[in-house]
């Protein structure tokens, strides 16, 4: 789901309203080339890396680990976009003991 109207932004932009925008993430991602947000003057568009930096990558790398823990010990993740799909998931299934 878009967080940005980008129908919207580039109207903002054109009639003035915004000075300018700046964007890491597109919809659709990447941007298809005939987007107008890439040929404004007053907008900068990232390749999709803003949280490429050490605390982002650390948080990533954690927050993956984290969630591999929370299935082993048969908990659903807390990242699950369709919770429909655990009630079940692991049925008889238990971690393996020490």
Not at 18 to 24: P, R, V
Not at 73 to 93: I, K, L, Q, T, Y
């Amino acid at each position: 789901m878009p967080v940005v109207d980008e129908q919207a932004l580039i109207r903002a932009l054109q009639d003035g309203h915004l000075a300018g925008a700046a964007l890491d993430v597109t919809d659709p991602e990447p941007p298809l080339p005939d987007n107008p947000l890439l040929a404004m003057d007053n907008v900068i568009v990232t390749p999709h890396i803003a949280s490429n930096t050490d605390l982002g990558v650390h948080a990533m790398m954690h927050g993956v680990a984290d969630q591999i823990a929370q299935v082993i010990a048969g908990e659903p993740p807390r990242s699950m976009v369709d919770p429909n799909v655990w009630p079940g998931r692991f049925a008889g299934w238990s971690p393996a003991e020490p």
